[in-house]
């Protein structure tokens, strides 16, 4: 098959959309396929490349201001229609619907070609770091979920990655197409348990006789990562312990201040951002995995750390309870409440059966989600749409 993946959000931009359409585009040009990726470029000026076994073309691009590590392609409307024309793909698939997703949904309808939408984000990982929207924030919210599904309904057919996205907004009332929850997936070859190299403590200055809690993710405010800031404060009245804070964004600066002012900043490590290959390595020095963000359609950053082994403390809010699954791989504390995340980090990290119990239960539900299932899933939908 031709595979056209058009995503405003790809490689190197980190984050769940960008790791995503990525391991989507390599797995499937693995498997025999021709790809195509359509995405922003990090320099501005447009210009193609050769990523590992597939083409990506970049369009030309701007600072995306809200997000300072993301870029956007605005005006992308004749490079997508001249890149659909010459590369004539068999099926087309729009990771977001901004600006590189409604060119490719303009023209793949124009053409004819069938086409699969993946919906990753709610209107609420915008809004919230837009400070002078917040507040018209509800109404704008409403407008973009209703845009989001007259998007959509455009398409063929429609993923979600867990089956709580789907309920969460009520898509499948609005939406009127095949829609499907498909797992994100992670590659089980990269993500394993094991115990760390020593030069990867070296590297980051990490301690090896405390626990580390661990969050990998952008530092950008539906984050919540103060909240873990905060627990983990609460957390040192009591334990020794390590915090390690694994990404970047608009709220690293204040996430550090509020370290300092807290009195915990030489118990806290912020890495920035970091390569793959020291990412996976990092997952292996966690003793246990935070995540307090509301924000998440599936987290590909916890299922990595489950692979990796780590029991997780997760807030009980989007689809996280779908991984994070209370009393069996982990436990889950209500919005914002550091005062229950504190405890259940406590609890992980002293009772060492328990902990262990939980990481094997983490490995399990993990094995679920290989990448190789999801690959195969994708291609089954494209064949079926294709011959249809």
């Not at 300072?68 to 997508?80: L, Y």
Request: charged share 20%.
């Amino acid at each position: 098959m031709k595979i056209l993946i058009a995503s405003d959000l790809h490689y190197p931009t980190i984050n769940g959309v960008a790791t995503f359409s990525r391991n989507l585009a390599r797995g499937l040009a693995a498997r025999g396929h021709e790809v195509l990726v359509i995405a922003p470029s990090q320099t501005s000026k447009k210009f193609k490349e050769v990523d590992d076994n597939h083409i990506v073309i970049r369009t030309a691009s701007v600072p995306f201001l809200p997000y300072q590590n993301f870029r956007i392609s605005p005006t992308p409307g004749r490079e997508v229609k001249r890149i659909i024309e010459e590369f004539d793909p068999d099926v087309i698939h729009i990771q977001m619907l901004m600006w590189i997703g409604q060119a490719a949904m303009k023209y793949g309808n124009k053409y004819g070609i069938p086409i699969v939408t993946t919906n990753h984000a709610m209107p609420e990982n915008l809004m919230d770091n837009i400070v002078l929207l917040a507040p018209i924030a509800r109404p704008i919210n409403y407008m973009l979920t209703q845009y989001g599904a007259r998007f959509h309904s455009k398409a063929d057919y429609v993923t979600l990655p867990t089956q709580s996205a789907i309920d969460m907004f009520n898509a499948s009332d609005k939406v009127k197409v095949p829609m499907e929850a498909v797992s994100n997936g992670i590659d089980l070859a990269h993500f394993t348990p094991g115990k760390a190299p020593t030069a990867i403590y070296e590297k980051f200055g990490l301690p090896t006789d405390e626990p580390i809690i661990t969050f990998v993710g952008r530092l950008d405010a539906e984050k919540h990562v103060y909240v873990l800031v905060k627990a983990f404060k609460q957390l040192l009245e009591t334990q020794k312990a390590h915090l390690l804070i694994i990404g970047d964004g608009q709220e690293a600066i204040n996430l550090k201040e509020q370290a300092r002012a807290l009195n915990i900043f030489d118990h806290v490590t912020f890495t920035g951002r970091v390569s793959e290959e020291d990412k996976e390595e990092l997952h292996k020095v966690g003793t246990v995995f935070a995540m307090p963000s509301p924000m998440e359609l599936q987290s590909i950053a916890t299922l990595e750390a489950m692979a990796s082994g780590l029991p997780v403390v997760a807030v009980n809010a989007g689809a996280l309870s779908e991984l994070c699954q209370d009393g069996r791989n982990g436990y889950l504390f209500e919005l914002d409440d550091n005062k229950t995340m504190a405890e259940l980090l406590e609890k992980v990290i002293t009772d060492s059966a328990e902990h262990d119990r939980m990481s094997k239960e983490s490995l399990a539900i993990a094995k679920t989600h290989d990448l190789n299932t999801t690959l195969a899933r994708f291609e089954a939908i494209y064949t079926s749409l294709i011959k249809s």
